[in-house]
């Protein structure tokens, strides 16, 4: 006697249908096209790290002129995408770090390029994370240097519409929305409300950190794990604001975020 379950029906073989067989292969598409997604998304990221890292203003402003005079930016060709990327946010870091020696007006410019980028219709879709995180960036940075109050605010807003749109689709594909949001939003007057977000943003970061350690840069993490000692000490929670500072410091100890942690341990640790 034969005693397994016979799942013939029969004399016809169970196989699956068309519709089901197309199902399939569909999902298993998918999947590869993500796979690919993903190792593009990180090979821009290492291309564009060391622009994104560059706070020298000197360099800023020598690279952006390079790359401006090789570009077409009133009409982008799809091959010039990913070096107007490079141009916007060599703009963003020279308004971010030579305001202070009278560079103004680099907000607008990395709006501007980065605008065209952004809205391209070649731009490839592994490139949206990291553009629209530094568009977001550099609105909120151009509200900054925005003279009337009402154009400061709209600015701000508008830029973190694009950071928050960047972090809700491409904040587990890219760290970049989730570093660029943070640093806005810790940045922000009160008015804002967007300390909470930006904490969760940095501890998110620390989270991403602890599974790929590769992934993400020592120098960016100092930075993340100084901001959150800072925000715990203001919380009052010492005991979770030396172990940040320490992290910090253990990751950057020649850094601008390693003596700054140097200092606060110095201060606070028992």
Excluded at 57 to 65: D, I, K, N, Y
Excluded at 235 to 242: D, F, G, S, Y
């Amino acid at each position: 006697m034969k005693n397994f379950v016979n799942f013939s029906m029969g004399k016809k073989r169970f196989l699956p249908k068309k519709p089901v067989l197309l199902i399939i292969c569909l999902m298993v598409l998918t999947a590869e096209a993500l796979a690919i997604s993903q190792l593009k998304i990180r090979e821009y990221e290492e291309l564009l790290l060391a622009d994104a890292g560059c706070n020298d203003v000197e360099t800023l402003l020598r690279q952006s002129e390079k790359l401006s005079g090789a570009l077409s930016p009133d009409n982008l060709a799809p091959e010039e995408l990913l070096s107007a990327v490079r141009l916007g946010i060599l703009y963003h870091n020279l308004s971010l770090n030579g305001a202070k020696q009278g560079y103004r007006g680099y907000a607008r410019k990395a709006v501007t390029v980065l605008t065209k980028v952004y809205h391209h219709p070649d731009l490839p879709e592994e490139l949206h994370p990291i553009s629209g995180a530094y568009l977001g960036s550099s609105l909120a940075l151009a509200g900054d240097e925005a003279i009337n109050p009402v154009k400061k605010i709209k600015h701000v807003r508008d830029g973190l519409k694009y950071l928050d749109t960047a972090v809700k689709k491409y904040g587990r594909d890219s760290y970049f929305p989730l570093v660029l949001r943070a640093n806005v939003g810790i940045a922000l007057p009160s008015f804002f409300r967007r300390e909470k977000t930006a904490v969760q943003d940095y501890l998110s970061l620390a989270g991403w950190y602890h599974r790929e350690p590769e992934r993400i840069p020592a120098g960016i993490m100092a930075s993340v794990f100084l901001h959150l000692g800072d925000y715990y000490k203001k919380e009052k929670k010492l005991a979770e604001a030396v172990a940040y500072w320490r992290k910090a410091l253990q990751l950057d100890p020649d850094g601008e975020a390693g003596a700054r942690a140097r200092e606060m341990l110095e201060l606070f640790e028992g």
